[in-house]
């Protein structure tokens, strides 16, 4: 998609997590750089993330493979049932502006769902599962790394994470007609995810962010080689009783010209688990700022076609709390 106009770039933080693995000073400073990128931006770029160069350019090319394969082959991975432990929805036509191609995986236990993701092209297991099991593993760690930002304990909610859910979606956004103003073409529209965090890889930029600290801008976020983006989602803004808020993100069309791709990792606790701000972020001066949810309340509201963001629903008015 291209690459993005320098003077609309967002200034993405950079977090080295090898780091974390130094000693007490070195990583205590790390985990104020994460408290700040979750505080000010949402977003920051992980480095030296465990995931090699090589295992990274395979997933990419055996989604790519995947994704260029005649629909007739992904048919019977096609529903409407957003529960559906793998599903394939397209939308080249561009329906709303928009042009997508999407694949949905369940990732954890993965042993429980690996039989049904897609077996053509034929290596496509194999590959995507080591790394859904690598990026599953990675935000482990980044959670732990963030829950101390929050002045918790490192484990805190791990056990629950740890058996909670992971899902892998992997967007394909195709190359567009020249003869349409790319401008005006939205590969995905404005979300936040509902998730804890959400890892992404993306083999080019497109991806825009709302800068909160820019009169709410929308800036492109620069690809950087070898890194990983990691968003602040809906459910780390309950649990941090709003002390972190979820990024607004969406992709827009930079080049009509190559297909971009993207693969997020999703980690959740879960699907009936019932998540609220943390008590240990509750008291007298930061009273409870959001209701309680699990992630199938959050896919019913996204079923339901409801226009309402789900993490408007969840907070709680201050009448509310005067109650």
């Excluded at 985990?31 to 700040?36: A, Y």
């Excluded at 959670?143 to 002045?151: D, H, P, R, V």
């Excluded at 820019?214 to 989602?233: A, E, H, I, M």
């Amino acid at each position: 998609m291209g690459s993005s106009n320098n003077c609309n770039d967002m200034q993405v933080p950079l977090i080295n997590l090898s780091l974390l693995q130094q000693d007490s000073q070195t990583k205590s400073h790390v985990i104020k750089q994460i408290h700040q990128a979750c505080t000010s931006a949402g977003i920051f770029n992980v480095i030296n993330h465990g995931l090699s160069e090589t295992l990274i350019e395979e997933v990419l090319k055996v989604n790519a493979n995947f994704f260029e394969l005649p629909l007739v082959t992904k048919e019977g991975l096609i529903s409407d049932d957003i529960l559906k432990p793998v599903r394939f929805s397209t939308n080249q036509g561009g329906a709303q502006g928009i042009f997508r191609d999407f694949l949905k995986l369940y990732a954890h236990p993965l042993e429980e769902f690996l039989n049904s993701w897609p077996n053509n092209p034929p290596d496509y297991r194999d590959k995507m599962g080591r790394c859904a099991v690598e990026m599953r593993k990675l935000g482990i760690q980044i959670l732990g790394a963030i829950m101390e930002s929050l002045n918790l304990e490192t484990t805190f909610l791990k056990d629950n994470i740890e058996q909670g859910m992971h899902m892998v979606a992997i967007n394909s956004y195709p190359p567009i007609s020249e003869s349409k103003n790319i401008k005006k073409i939205i590969g995905a529209p404005q979300h936040t995810d509902h998730s804890i965090i959400t890892i992404l890889l993306q083999s080019s930029s497109g991806l825009q962010v709302m800068d909160r600290n820019d009169k709410n801008t929308w800036k492109y976020v620069p690809k950087l080689k070898g890194s990983l983006l990691v968003f602040v989602g809906d459910h780390l803004e309950v649990l941090s009783n709003g002390k972190y808020k979820s990024v607004l993100h969406r992709v827009v069309y930079e080049s009509c010209d190559e297909t971009r791709l993207s693969i997020a990792s999703f980690q959740s606790l879960g699907m009936d688990e019932v998540l609220e701000p943390a008590i240990e972020l509750v008291d007298e001066e930061h009273p409870k700022q959001y209701k309680g949810s699990s992630l199938r309340d959050f896919l019913k509201h996204l079923a339901s076609g409801e226009s309402k963001p789900f993490i408007e629903t969840l907070k709680i008015s201050s009448e509310t709390m005067e109650e």
